[in-house]
């Protein structure tokens, strides 16, 4: 069984970081993409990263290029999201995915999701 446990959320300023993780257990991911979502209050949820999990490819929504990273850690079978010059309007509850189908990831609807952990940016 595919779980998936987020952590590293919380309250930050604007302009300030947080470095969400996922902990992926109940298989083995390397033939897996991962990703991060999110849904703002009153929006739909949407695509913000992703990556192949043997080669690290990645891809990222346009509006947070530049300022968001992921990477995954083999050893510790961990995802995670460094997110940097965060401004109010990232502020939602940020879910980490998963999928053995690369496209469902980057352009879709993942399999499995975790519960996902809440991110505040204050102004």
């Known amino acids: 069984q595919v779980q998936l446990v987020e952590s590293g959320g919380g309250l930050v300023q604007a302009g300030g970081s947080l470095r969400l993780s996922c902990a992926a257990s109940?298989?083995?991911?390397?033939?897996?993409?991962m990703g991060w979502f999110r849904q703002a209050p009153g929006k739909e949820r949407e695509f913000v990263a992703g990556?192949?999990?043997?080669?690290?490819?990645?891809n990222y929504a346009e509006f947070v290029r530049g300022r968001f990273t992921i990477s995954r850690d083999n050893v510790k079978n961990t995802v995670y999201l460094q997110m940097d010059n965060l401004s109010p309007e990232d502020t939602a509850v940020y879910f980490c995915?998963?999928?053995?189908?690369?496209?469902?990831?980057?352009?879709?609807?993942?399999?499995?999701w975790g519960q996902g952990t809440q991110v505040t940016v204050s102004s």
């Open positions: 995915t998963a999928d053995p189908r690369t496209q469902a990831v980057f352009y879709g609807t993942p399999f499995y």
């Open positions: 109940g298989r083995t991911f390397s033939n897996y993409a």
């Open positions: 990556i192949i999990w043997n080669d690290g490819s990645t």
